[in-house]
């Protein structure tokens, strides 16, 4: 048996270190991702997609079809209605902005609306033909930099099957990061180019590269990680000529920041979304938490996208990212001479520590893992053909693990685990289509307020509706959320026309019930929140202003069929039996079922 496993394992390794490894990594990237196409709309799909066809309610808040990704922008008024309507919680920021300029990005979705409206196949086809370019240009700037080899074929294939790239590929929402990607490594691409060969054509057209990059999304920041990398490790001209070839792509960075603030893009207001610019205090905060699970993901650690729905990140699991990362420190000490390999740790680590600006999810390592990858592949050509030394003991060992468990179980585990990760976001919206269905297709809906108790996650409302008004199914005419289920509360009915609910810890501060207020952004005794037909009142907060009880003041008695009361029970919603009046009832926490019973 054991010659049969070096057989094939010298087998591989040719493979690897051939001229057609960067194909078969394409090839790989292509194959594996190639069942999206079977897949729909899913979660934030329905916004868009609700967005561009300007369907209602969409049309009211619809802007321009290359403004797609403005959500949330500023105007109490406006923010308002998505909160009337159940597209934000009650406790909404009136003046929270969130929004991101991707024209480009935009203008594809665009494209696909206005030649396949009703065929998402053909949508989550042009996603893959994305992901495959960026796979092919990762690859070509693997061979460039480590040369033609094992090294670079190993970091091509190890980039085009990682698992961390399913829910960006299948996530059609989540496109702009592919779009990014591609042009802002293709920056990088052209930019080698012209430093070796001297073309002063190809530094023009890798300024461009990143101006299309950076329209096409914020990930593209990353890519001036890299470049601002390859002037410091990699270019060895002199530092005057140095700093005048990465001059035109600081003017395309600069034009874009100019253009970015003029319109006023960025987020404020949100304690999911950071702007570092704006609270540059909250986001080094937040990043010193962040960095560090973003990079254990690549290196073989737990998913963050596994924690998303849980109340906080347990301690064990920042602890046991700080050991992952410490001994793959430890694995690459070695090749901290090497100039590519400061390149790649110098680049991973920016473009990580810019993406940190939100939660983290393995969607952002799209750029930081191409460095974190090409360091474990020089650590496997190390170990495997004993061009490095490590001292005996715990360095060995780090390195043998990072060989073994960061390179080899990449290798053959990340394929599988990458199908797992294309079905994250269906499971997500099969679980939504739950409750979805739990509300029934009774065309009294359209005329009714939806209450809905408590849900498993804050937004879990916000995706219902997006998933029946593109069904064309019935959709309540508005929709509350009084809390999350995730924490324990109590409601008390002191009158014939209200509630008062009691959150344990507040209303809002964990999962992504901070995606439209910030902790930093209290919410004082006495804050009115009126809607249609109910009025809600912050009657008790916490130290940090967080409300933990309000009053909820109807128009219409609760009992009134103006309005439909639901509640979040095991695996769906079911009917919420009113209390009486001076009634008081406890409602336990609950964690949100991901997958079926």
Not at 352 to 380: C, K
Request: glycine share 10%.
């Amino acid at each position: 048996m054991q010659p049969r496993i070096q057989a094939l394992a010298l087998r591989l390794r040719a493979v690897l270190a051939g001229p057609r490894a960067g194909s078969l990594a394409i090839g790989l990237a292509a194959v594996l991702c190639l069942s999206v196409v079977l897949h729909g709309f899913e979660a934030d799909d329905h916004v868009l997609r609700g967005f561009l066809l300007r369907r209602p309610p969409w049309d009211r808040w619809a802007g321009a079809p290359l403004d797609l990704f403005r959500f949330y922008d500023g105007d109490p008024a406006r923010t308002a209605s998505l909160v009337d309507h159940g597209f934000s919680p009650w406790w909404t920021d009136p003046s929270l902005s969130v929004m991101f300029f991707r024209p480009l990005s935009a203008f594809t979705h665009w494209v696909d609306f206005q030649l396949w409206p009703g065929v998402p196949a053909l949508m989550h086809l042009q996603s893959l033909g994305w992901y495959v370019a960026l796979v092919a240009v990762v690859s070509a700037i693997y061979r460039r930099v480590l040369g033609a080899g094992f090294v670079a074929g190993l970091a091509a294939v190890l980039y085009g099957v990682d698992q961390s790239h399913g829910s960006v590929v299948e996530w059609l929402a989540n496109r702009n990061a592919l779009v990014a990607g591609v042009f802002g490594m293709a920056a990088l691409l052209l930019h080698d180019r012209a430093r070796r060969e001297g073309r002063a054509l190809l530094s023009l057209g890798s300024a461009g590269c990143l101006a299309l990059g950076l329209t096409g999304g914020e990930v593209a920041l990353g890519a001036v990680a890299y470049l601002a990398a390859y002037a410091i490790f990699l270019d060895r001209a002199p530092l005057r000529a140095r700093l005048a070839a990465f001059a035109p792509h600081v003017a395309v960075l600069a034009l874009w920041v100019v253009a970015y603030r003029i319109g006023g893009f960025g987020a404020r207001g949100s304690g999911i979304y950071l702007d570092p610019a704006r609270s540059p205090v909250e986001f080094l905060g937040a990043a010193v938490a962040r960095v560090p699970l973003l990079l254990q993901t690549e290196l073989g650690g737990i998913s963050p996208d596994l924690l998303i729905f849980l109340p906080s990140t347990p301690l064990w699991v920042h602890l046991g990212a700080i050991a992952l990362v410490g001994v793959a420190l430890v694995a690459v000490w070695p090749l901290r001479a090497d100039p590519v390999s400061r390149f790649f740790a110098l680049g991973a680590l920016l473009s990580a520590s810019l993406v940190a600006s939100t939660f983290p999810s393995g969607r952002l390592l799209l750029l930081p893992g191409i460095g974190l990858l090409g360091l474990v592949s020089q650590v496997v050509e190390g170990v495997v053909d004993r061009t490095r030394s490590w001292r005996p003991g715990a360095p060995r060992a780090c390195a043998l693990f990072a060989a073994g468990w960061m390179g080899g179980g990449h290798l053959f585990l990340s394929p599988v685990l990458l199908q797992l990760a294309l079905l994250q976001i269906p499971i997500l919206e099969h679980v939504v289509s739950r409750y979805c269905d739990a509300l029934g297709d009774d065309p009294a809906l359209s005329g009714q307020r939806v209450v809905v108790v408590n849900t498993p996650d804050t937004f879990f409302a916000y995706y219902i509706i997006g998933q029946r008004l593109t069904s064309g199914r019935p959709s309540p005419a508005h929709l509350s959320v009084l809390a999350s289920g995730r924490q324990g509360m109590e409601i008390e009915r002191p009158d014939a026309r209200s509630l008062l609910v009691r959150s344990d810890g507040g209303f809002y501060g964990t999962g992504t019930s901070t995606l439209t207020r910030s902790l930093s952004r209290p919410m004082p005794v006495g804050t009115r929140v009126p809607l249609t037909g109910v009025t809600v009142e912050v009657t008790k907060g916490s130290a940090d202003g967080v409300p933990v009880e309000a009053v909820f003041r109807f128009d219409a008695p609760l009992e009134d069929p103006s309005l439909r009361w639901v509640e979040w029970r095991g695996p769906t919603f079911v009917p919420f039996a009113l209390p009486a009046v001076g009634e008081r009832r406890r409602i336990e926490a609950q964690l949100p079922p991901l997958f079926d019973r």
